[in-house]
């Protein structure tokens, strides 16, 4: 089975910009985490999508956003960059997602650079 | 919110050497997982542990619950360089608003 592919995999924009990052789970797995890696944070988790819906949202502002279409590849979306938007982010996915307990397997992230 | 405390931040050890980190969440944990990040590489999922006091091995790495469910710990004997990485246990509650809280992570390097 092929991984968690996740597109692009780097991208400079600078502040106020938006920038769509795309997430293709393992084939079967409904579930789609994403989560953001700082050097100061760590992860921390952005949201979980189910089924096209939003199970799971995380402490973070509004200009993070997502969405999870019928194929179960999913989209995050950031609008009106900050500097410290500037993060690896990672998606995950899962069979039946957090509730059930699954394990969570990772794509490769995108490095995003806010100038 | 659900924290998650991990420490070590860094170990350094001679290869061979033994090597723990340990997890406490401020909450009872439905479960709990560890991945492996390796230098400029992604989360790999190792292990999970879901029942109160269970003990997992892997070859030379062993996981344990606590009796609480609220803390964790990884051990590994006799390290080698292989081991080199970052290793972060992660609490899940079941779902929810905290969704899979990450401890910092313990950035372990092994000195030949």
């Known amino acids: 089975k092929a991984g968690v592919t996740q597109t692009p995999r780097y991208l400079i924009k600078t502040r106020g910009q938006q920038v769509t990052l795309s997430c293709s789970p393992i084939s079967g797995h409904r579930s789609v985490s994403w989560y953001q890696q700082t050097p100061g944070q760590g992860l921390q988790f952005l949201f979980e999508y189910f089924s096209e819906t939003q199970r799971n949202k995380g402490n973070f502002p509004g200009r993070f956003s997502g969405r999870q279409f019928s194929n179960s590849r999913s989209e995050m979306n950031v609008s009106t960059l900050e500097l410290g938007d500037s993060a690896l982010y990672l998606c995950a996915s899962s069979l039946e997602g957090l509730a059930g307990a699954d394990t969570q397997y990772f794509g490769p992230g995108t490095r995003l650079t806010v100038l | 919110g659900q924290q998650v405390m991990q420490i070590p931040q860094y170990q350094h050890v001679q290869e061979g050497e033994d090597f723990t980190t340990y997890c406490n969440s401020s909450?009872?944990?439905?479960?709990i997982q560890w991945y492996k990040q390796r230098p400029g590489g992604h989360p790999v999922f190792l292990i999970q542990?879901?029942?109160?006091?269970e003990v997992k091995k892997q070859k030379r790495l062993t996981f344990q619950f606590g009796e609480a469910k609220k803390n964790s710990s990884l051990h590994i004997t006799a390290t080698q360089t292989t081991d080199v990485g970052t290793y972060f246990c992660?609490?899940?509650?079941?779902?929810?608003?905290?969704?899979?809280?990450f401890g910092k992570g313990t950035h372990l390097i092994i000195q030949p």
């Open positions: 992660a609490g899940n509650s079941g779902g929810g608003a905290d969704g899979l809280t």
């Open positions: 909450t009872t944990l439905s479960n």
């Open positions: 542990l879901v029942k109160s006091g």
